[in-house]
């Protein structure tokens, strides 16, 4: 492939690809559209090399599925740096090193990196290309499949250029999968460097470096990396909140819309939340999605809370999607979808553990193996996901690509935990909120590299995507809420909790629709609920049963909770609170000192 040219006469963007092109030593450099036929393009060729496979046009309009070497499945938390000058300002819930000598190793690391290859240049924009609230990035990388990925993750190609246009602002973005060829040598089909994967944050000066990976949030340099870690110090300083959430807007019999955003960590249900469909029996009430992953949260001049999406795309977790637990996600990858490390159905098609109840009788499984249902493996990766357009959605908020974002009425935080806590609660104040957020627990999954099921402190669920000082980012809510006319309610939800026989206690899916149509009338001030020493929580007959059998009894084991195990377990927020301790807003302190009196 040969060079093309760039559309741009933007100075410093041309003197930084100019640069990576010297350090890299790509065969061609190829500025990206973002066009259909560019992508066609990029699919055919990586088709013809083995990397991708065409699915069948009939079950799935194209589609492809990649399968990622098996050592690159996941973003790596272990391998993910925060480069401020200080190391206190990266604080001890994120990696650290020295910018400088970062720097000197990844320009060791990425001289001649991309030898044998295309590098690609990518223009692109999180949130509506010329939205206030939007930013712009560009990426270069040295794989396809970033580039058809970063296509339906985020707006790409000339018009991101054209507000861009002479000396705007981009956050710099360079992406290299780590495996240079040799001329003559043949590509493996999933190119990458586990051993020396490094994903690199330099927050004062707003640039990203990632090398070694090709996988989903360490390589689409937009999604964790720009939005969440670099888009969180933007934030601190310029008076807003980027966040792990998703936005969606409920509307109520009358026509009334209320939007809500929620924090789940990793593979926890935020996609299942954001594309909820309410049950059938729960007449006039309706979900509408604005984003599934990332919220970008500003105060408007009337002192409420406005959110957009930054992202384009769903970047969701395959295993569990269903007809049943979430047809409008099933729909949303329907076609013009990207599925990586799912399994490969005998008639070109894909399946995934929980896609239907029962396997089909033959698979080729994410390794590339031949799979039948008693085998004693998984068919898909735990984390195996697709990338599919926002446009797909079939439940899409009318107000998605407004450029001034959508009121947030209501927060609502919510783990991953097996016991102890119940299913919904109301926040007492904003600063009870924040400590719910800030004291977040939640058990490992597959989302990332580690040990899966170990409860752990997910602050907000961002603990792996905070660009800064975890006690400074609890200030920094603290002080956006102080300043705000109209501050979101906030909320705390648990979906996962257990019996003793260890079957979950909430159908959960299409039934949380029950919980949020609670909140939303609490955000409005209609709803009833109990004072409790964990917060407000509704009666069993504060709740919309119709169309499901749920007896009181149930509900109150659902709601109950233990006061001495509660009080013990501040002391697992003692924990990250010890390490934070220097930066810790005091108002944690007072608020785990209320709750404990109260407990
Ligand atoms: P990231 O994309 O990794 O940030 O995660 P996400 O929060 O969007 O995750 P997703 O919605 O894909 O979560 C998927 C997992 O949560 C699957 O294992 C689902 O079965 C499970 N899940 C989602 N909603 C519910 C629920 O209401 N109840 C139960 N028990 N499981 C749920
Ligand atoms: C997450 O892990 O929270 C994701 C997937 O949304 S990834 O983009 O790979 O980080
Ligand atoms: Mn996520």
Redesign the pocket.
């Known amino acids: 492939m040969s060079d093309n040219q760039p559309t741009t006469s933007h100075a410093a963007l041309l003197k930084w690809v100019g640069k990576m092109t010297e350090m890299c030593r790509p065969d061609a450099v190829r500025w990206c559209d973002g066009s259909a036929a560019e992508a066609d393009k990029l699919f055919a060729e990586m088709v013809k090399s083995g990397m991708a496979i065409k699915l069948n046009s009939a079950k799935r309009p194209n589609c492809y599925l990649f399968r990622s070497d098996p050592r690159d499945v996941a973003r790596v938390e272990k391998r993910t740096f925060i480069c401020s000058v200080s190391k206190d300002d990266a604080g001890p819930t994120n990696n650290w090193e020295e910018p400088r000598a970062m720097r000197h190793k990844l320009t060791d690391m990425f001289t001649g990196c991309m030898v044998g290859r295309t590098m690609y240049v990518i223009p692109f924009s999180m949130g509506p290309v010329g939205s206030p609230l939007a930013h712009i990035g560009v990426q270069v990388t040295d794989s396809p499949y970033v580039v058809v990925n970063m296509r339906i993750m985020a707006r790409v190609g000339q018009a991101v250029l054209d507000v861009l246009g002479t000396d705007g602002f981009f956050v710099p973005c360079v992406h290299s999968v780590g495996q240079p060829l040799a001329p003559g040598q043949k590509d493996s089909r999933w190119p990458c460097n586990p051993d020396n994967t490094y994903i690199v944050h330099f927050p004062e000066e707003r640039s990203i470096v990632s090398y070694g990976s090709g996988y989903g949030g360490n390589a689409l340099l937009g999604k964790k990396c720009l939005a969440l870690r670099i888009a969180s110090c933007m934030a601190r300083d310029h008076g807003w909140l980027a966040e792990?959430m998703?936005i969606l807007g409920v509307e109520n019999p009358e026509g009334e819309k209320t939007y809500v955003a929620a924090a789940?960590?990793?593979?926890?249900?935020?996609?299942?939340?954001?594309m909820i469909i309410p049950p059938k029996e729960m007449k006039g009430w309706k979900v509408t999605t604005v984003g599934?992953?990332i919220g970008w949260i500003k105060p408007g001049a009337d002192g409420r809370l406005y959110g957009i999406n930054p992202e384009n795309g769903f970047?969701?977790?395959a295993?569990?999607?269903s007809a049943e637990?979430?047809p409008n996600?099933l729909a949303s990858c329907a076609k013009d979808t990207i599925f990586t490390n799912v399994a490969l159905t005998d008639d070109g098609d894909v399946w995934w553990e929980?896609l239907t109840p029962q396997p089909p009788a033959h698979l080729i499984d994410w390794t590339g193996q031949d799979w039948t249902p008693g085998c004693g493996r998984v068919s898909s990766h735990p984390?195996s996901?697709f990338t599919a357009p926002i446009a797909n959605c079939p439940c899409l908020d009318s107000a998605v690509n407004d450029l001034n974002g959508v009121p947030i009425k209501a927060f609502v935080f919510g783990g991953?935990r097996m016991s102890d806590v119940p299913l919904v609660y109301q926040a007492f104040t904003w600063s009870h909120g924040v400590y719910l957020g800030a004291t977040m627990g939640s058990e490992q999954?597959a989302?990332a590299e580690g040990s899966i099921g170990t409860l752990r402190r997910d602050p907000m669920?961002m603990l792996p995507f905070c660009g800064y000082h975890m006690a400074d980012y609890f200030r920094h809510w603290l002080k956006v809420g102080k300043h705000l006319e109209e501050a979101p309610r906030i909320f705390h939800v648990n979906?996962?909790r257990k019996d003793s026989s260890g079957k979950?206690m909430?159908?959960?899916?299409g039934?949380?629709m029950r919980v949020l149509r609670w909140i939303v009338e609490r955000a409005n001030g209609r709803a009833f609920a109990k004072e409790s020493p964990l917060g407000w929580l509704p009666r069993y007959q504060d709740i919309d049963w119709r169309g499901l059998n749920y007896t009181k009894e149930k509900w109150d084991e659902l709601m109950s909770f233990d006061r001495a195990r509660t009080a013990h377990q501040t002391l697992a927020h003692e924990e990250l609170f010890i390490s934070l301790f220097d930066h810790l807003p005091k108002e944690m302190i007072f608020e785990r000192e209320l709750l404990l009196s109260r407990l």
Do not use: E, I, M
């Open positions: 792990h998703l789940f960590p990793s593979a926890c249900g935020k996609t299942n939340f954001a599934d992953d970047f969701g977790v295993p569990g999607t637990t979430n996600a929980g984390n996901r991953r999954t989302a669920a979906w996962f979950y909430w159908p959960g899916f039934q949380n």
